[in-house]
Structures are given as structure tokens and as C-alpha cells.
């Protein structure tokens, strides 16, 4: 009985793991991991600019320094010669949310900067949108990371949800 339990708890942990594949001519490999990507609808009465306001606003107040943005829709403009719906990517980071992630695990680094995007669909809809981390990914963090990445991924939540509402 104790010889199939463990090989059960074997067999579940190597389920719940990163699948990782190589490429043996270029040497690169690839970790396949879960994502989630979490989107919220900006209010009606909210401004494109409301809205970038209040999610900077709920970042500093996270504790989480406003460290980028790329105004994507501008770079389109340039390119086309045409006007192009609204669309900027924000970055933020937690220096030391980072550091703890990135000694757990090196390949952290593929979630960082933090990054939120506001964005106009074809029918003027202003979105909120973020790539999430699955909380298994968090979960395997050792405790002092996974704590500090859980109350990142909290304040991303909330920071959506302001920006989305206008909220100062």
C-alpha cells in the first residue's frame, strides 16, 4: 500500500510540473506552462485617460513602481500613415517581489515586467487586459516568494478593476 502511494504522489507531481521540450539544432528549450489572461471592460463614462490615470494611481498605491509604457498605437500610426485604435501596454514591477521570484526560479523572469494593457476594440470598447500567472505556477514558489507574488497578482487584480471603474 505505501509502495502505491508513492508511486501516486510520483506520478500527480510529475503532472503538475512544467512540461519542458528542446530544440536539439538551435539549443533552445521550452517550458509549456498555464497562463490566464484577465480582461475587464473600461465604464462607459470612463476616458481612455481616466483610465490609464487610475490604474497608475492604484500601482503607487500597491507599492508597485511604474517602470514603462509603449504606446503601441502610435508605432502603428508611423508605420500606416493612418489612424490607429488606441492601445498602450504598461509595465510595473516590484524590485523585490522580483529578486524572490527569479532565486526560486531563474525563468520567472518571463513574467516580469508586470505588464497591463489598455486597448480599443473595432466597436470603441475600452478593455483592461492582463496575462495572469495560474496559481500553480505561484503555489510552487517557496513560501516568501509565493506570498510576495500573490499579493502582486492581487494588486494587478485590483489595479484592472480601478482603472476600469476610474477610481482614484
Not at 500610426?77 to 489612424?83: D, I, M, Q, R, S
Request: net charge positive.
Amino acid at each position: 500500500m505505501k509502495t502505491i502511494q508513492i508511486i501516486f504522489t510520483l506520478l500527480l507531481a510529475s503532472l503538475m510540473q512544467p512540461s519542458v521540450a528542446a530544440d536539439p539544432k538551435s539549443g533552445i528549450s521550452y517550458t509549456n506552462v498555464k497562463l490566464q489572461i484577465a480582461r475587464i471592460q473600461v465604464q462607459g463614462g470612463v476616458s481612455f485617460d481616466d483610465a490609464v490615470e487610475s490604474l497608475k494611481l492604484r500601482a503607487n498605491q500597491h507599492n508597485l513602481k511604474f517602470v514603462g509604457a509603449n504606446p503601441l498605437y502610435k508605432e502603428i500610426e508611423a508605420l500606416t500613415g493612418k489612424p490607429a485604435k488606441r492601445m498602450e501596454i504598461f509595465n510595473f514591477c516590484d524590485g523585490l517581489t522580483a529578486n524572490k521570484m527569479l532565486t526560486a526560479d531563474p525563468m520567472m523572469i518571463a513574467f516580469m515586467p508586470c505588464r497591463i494593457a489598455l486597448v480599443e476594440d473595432a466597436q470603441n470598447k475600452r478593455w483592461v487586459v492582463s496575462m495572469m500567472m495560474d496559481m500553480k505556477l505561484i503555489k510552487a514558489l517557496p513560501a516568501d516568494a509565493r506570498s510576495s507574488a500573490e499579493r502582486v497578482m492581487a494588486a494587478m487584480k485590483d489595479m484592472m478593476v480601478a482603472a476600469s471603474r476610474g477610481d482614484l
